[in-house]
């Protein structure tokens, strides 16, 4: 099982995440982008303005590794961080979705293969005592 109910929980409260590529060079790019978690193939889609034409696209094109982040501030008092990372592979898909005004139906469907979940279950342990939940994703593991 990719993801725990606490995380999906998570995601489906969250509108905005981050996705890094690496370009072929090995420049590296972190983007603030829209997302949905896909239930059907356990993926995150990521949708965009102008997907298929953007420079995040062409690097998923180009073979780049992805991480994506989706965070928060859930606390102050007390301090409280939520953070969702998956790293994966990525694959472009031009149509998987249908042309919505400026979406170009375009998406970047992230195939979790580690995921690193901290602060996102458990909000009554002290920030301090907090222990990230590091764990890989073996193929073809479904929620």
């Known amino acids: 099982m990719p993801f725990t109910q606490a995380e999906l929980d998570y995601l489906a409260s969250q509108q905005l995440g981050r996705l890094a590529t690496a370009q072929p060079g090995g420049t590296l790019q972190n983007n603030p982008v829209g997302f949905t978690y896909n239930p059907t193939t356990k993926t995150i ?3 965009g303005f102008g997907m298929a ?10 073979g780049s590794p992805v991480a994506f982040v989706v965070d928060d501030i859930y606390s102050v008092d007390p301090w409280r961080v939520r953070c969702l990372e998956i790293r994966g592979r990525a694959e472009a898909i031009p149509d998987a979705e249908n042309p919505d005004g400026p979406l170009d139906g375009a998406i970047i469907r992230i195939h979790p293969e580690r995921i690193i ?3 996102v ?5 002290p920030a301090h005592e ?3 939940d ?4 073996q193929r ?3 929620n």
């Open 130 to 132: 907090m222990k990230a």
């Open 45 to 47: 889609d990521v949708r």
């Open 121 to 125: 279950d458990r909000q009554d342990v």
């Open 134 to 137: 590091i764990r890989n994703v």
């Open 53 to 62: 034409k953007s420079r995040k696209y062409r690097n998923v094109l180009a």
């Open 117 to 119: 979940s901290f602060g």
């Open 140 to 142: 073809g593991s479904g």
